[in-house]
């Protein structure tokens, strides 16, 4: 195994009220330490046992696009570059280029399995020192 899925994404308009509403819907959490909040562009939560999450992000666009959810995955024995190195390799698309969105490098690369279904290619753990 290469990857694993870190987590679930949603594009929508208001990622506090949408991330509320399904944080009471599913019984889930903020993320402790990173609480969400009215105006954040990016709100995660995660279910208290399992921690399985779900990262809801506002896309400007009036209209959302047609393919609202998409898998972000992280490399396990890889870097994220030398991954998605990997992966175009194996037949996925190159999509774009967002590592350097928070201006340190920790963004993430979009690429596109065979069929066009998107998905987000973020750094390995020991690259963002974070067990999330």
């Not at 009215?38 to 939560?45: Q, S, T, Y």
């Not at 921690?51 to 890889?78: M, T, Y």
């Amino acid at each position: 195994m290469t990857v694993f899925i870190s987590h679930l994404t949603i594009d929508c308009h208001d990622a506090y009220a949408l991330s509320t509403w399904w944080r009471q819907t599913l019984g889930f959490r903020d993320i402790p330490g990173d609480p969400n909040e009215p105006g954040h562009e990016e709100c995660m939560i995660e279910h208290p046992e399992s921690g399985q999450r779900l990262l809801f992000i506002e896309v400007p666009d009036e209209e959302l696009p047609a393919k609202r959810i998409h898998l972000d995955v992280r490399p396990l024995e890889r870097s994220r570059d030398d991954e998605v190195e990997w992966l175009i390799g194996r037949g996925a698309g190159f999509v774009a280029d967002r590592r350097g969105i928070h201006g340190s490098g920790s963004g993430w690369v979009t690429l596109a399995d065979p069929e066009g279904n998107q998905f987000c290619v973020l750094r390995s753990h020991s690259e963002s020192g974070s067990a999330n």
